[in-house]
């Protein structure tokens, strides 16, 4: 039976602020693995230190998210810069989270880009490159994090770095393959949720918000810390999941399970 990643964004608060209704500790329970927020889009060194330490405490893969510099945004706008600046930002923030990691006795296993910055490095291929490359040099064994037929997902199939595909558990899609992104989520019941993501890895497809329907690639399946009810997504995702017989793990076990 099919082995799949479950992970999900966390660590998005700043100094006492916080965002969205579940906990790092409550999700730590369900994922497999962890976009920690690196301080540009949330996130702050106690916050990294705090999830770092909790992805080493229950084997939960650790993964650098980090965004454009746009806390007030919350890294969904795009900032004009060349590929140069958002490579150097991006390790800048890699760097600040396998140190945490480091500390902790747990290395980086993925690097996923977060919000605007996810989809301009799978849409500028030029970027992708630069991202690839630099990632060839500082963290050859990252998995990159993107969707399919993503610049990203190119790029590093190319240059020979790590790479996993996801799935939105809590996003749309539209009829050519690419997420539908809204700044505002509406509630979602967690049983359709689940029910998707168990079609997605059983049938290889998914519904599309035109009434059509798309094949789908993945080895990860994501969904949001910020998504209102995440916590009863996640839970819902994972035991849909299991029940299935489909194995939850981190990616460096899913060769293996292959």
């Avoid at 650790?62 to 490579?87: K, M, N, W």
């Avoid at 994090?145 to 190319?158: K, M, R």
Wanted: proline share 3%; with cysteine.
């Amino acid at each position: 039976m099919r082995t799949v990643d479950l992970n999900c964004d966390m660590g998005e608060g700043f100094g006492h602020w916080r965002y969205g209704d579940a906990t790092d500790d409550a999700l730590m329970e369900i994922v497999s693995s962890a976009n920690v927020a690196t301080g540009y889009h949330a996130g702050d060194p106690n916050i990294m230190n705090a999830v770092a330490a909790l992805c080493a405490e229950h084997g939960v893969g650790l993964g650098a998210h980090p965004g454009y510099a746009d806390r007030q945004g919350f890294g969904r706008r795009a900032i004009a810069a060349t590929s140069d600046e958002l490579v150097n930002d991006i390790i800048y923030q890699l760097g600040a989270l396998r140190e945490f990691g480091r500390r902790h006795g747990i290395a980086i296993q993925h690097v996923k880009p977060h919000g605007a910055l996810f989809m301009t490095v799978g849409k500028d291929a030029e970027l992708a490159r630069a991202l690839v490359d630099a990632l060839r040099k500082t963290a050859p064994d990252a998995f990159l994090y993107c969707l399919q037929g993503f610049e990203a997902f190119n790029a590093a199939t190319a240059a020979g770095q790590p790479v996993v595909r996801e799935f939105y558990a809590d996003r749309d899609y539209d009829r050519t393959g690419n997420i539908v992104f809204a700044r505002k989520m509406r509630v979602l019941d967690p049983a359709e949720v689940a029910d998707k993501c168990v079609r997605a890895c059983t049938e290889g497809k998914t519904a599309t918000v035109d009434g059509g329907t798309i094949d789908v690639n993945f080895e990860s399946i994501c969904f949001h810390s910020d998504t209102p009810g995440a916590l009863a997504i996640g839970k819902a995702v994972r035991e849909g999941l299991t029940g299935a017989g489909i194995t939850i793990a981190p990616p460096a076990h899913l060769a293996a399970a292959a």
